[in-house]
């Protein structure tokens, strides 16, 4: 495990939920030379699809498109749905690398969800699966559209933070976030535009085999 981020630095923005569930945002994440073209990169070369999820025992179609990557041979399974990675593409490849350098942190596979407008949500869960381990640190990358993402207690507190996630930032969410906390995606009736958010999470080796 490499050294927690340090709240020291400049380029980052530390931000507590309570005294044992940090998160950190940096604006700028990607270099130019790596960020010019990536979102049409991103929607162009992946394989988005529309799955079908169980929640509360209901099947729904996601209201956004999916697309799991990630190291061959990784699962991963949520609200009923089971997803296989079939290796890096070369798109994200160099952005796994760049997330891991900022986070500290190593992942072998990232969920991408592309919200096409406002309309487009991600209700309030915790990223928590077996999968993911005890201790799981997620970076949460975004892409296009500004868009609100709010957290709440569990198991069903009020809202206690929003943050505003600009183009070209990153979020990392410590363990403690997704034991204690629920996070969403509302929507949103101004946002016209797209919007691509990669979350980079390690799924442990002993249940995806």
């Excluded at 945002?25 to 070369?45: M, S, T």
């Excluded at 640190?137 to 296009?144: D, F, K, Y």
Aim: hydrophobic share 35%; with cysteine.
């Amino acid at each position: 495990m490499r050294t927690p981020v340090n709240d020291a630095d400049i380029n980052v923005e530390p931000y507590h939920l309570d005294e044992h569930a940090p998160l950190w945002l940096w604006r700028d994440a990607l270099q130019p030379g790596l960020l010019d073209g990536l979102l049409e990169r991103l929607c162009e070369q992946l394989p988005w699809r529309q799955p079908t999820v169980t929640v509360y025992g209901k099947r729904h179609l996601t209201p956004r498109l999916t697309s799991w990557q990630g190291a061959a041979g990784i699962r991963y399974r949520y609200s009923g749905v089971e997803e296989e990675a079939r290796g890096w593409p070369d798109c994200l490849e160099p952005v796994l690398r760049q997330v891991e350098h900022l986070t500290r942190h190593d992942y072998n596979s990232v969920l991408c969800n592309w919200y096409r407008d406002g309309q487009d949500t991600m209700g309030y869960h915790s990223d928590d699966e077996p999968e993911l381990g005890p201790e799981p640190w997620i970076a949460s990358l975004s892409l296009g559209e500004p868009r609100d993402f709010v957290f709440r207690p569990k198991p069903a507190g009020r809202q206690c933070l929003s943050l505003t996630l600009p183009h070209n930032s990153l979020l990392l969410m410590s363990p403690a976030v997704q034991h204690r906390y629920h996070h969403a995606l509302p929507r949103r009736a101004h946002a016209n535009g797209s919007r691509i958010n990669l979350t980079f999470r390690w799924i442990t080796p002993r249940t995806h085999s």
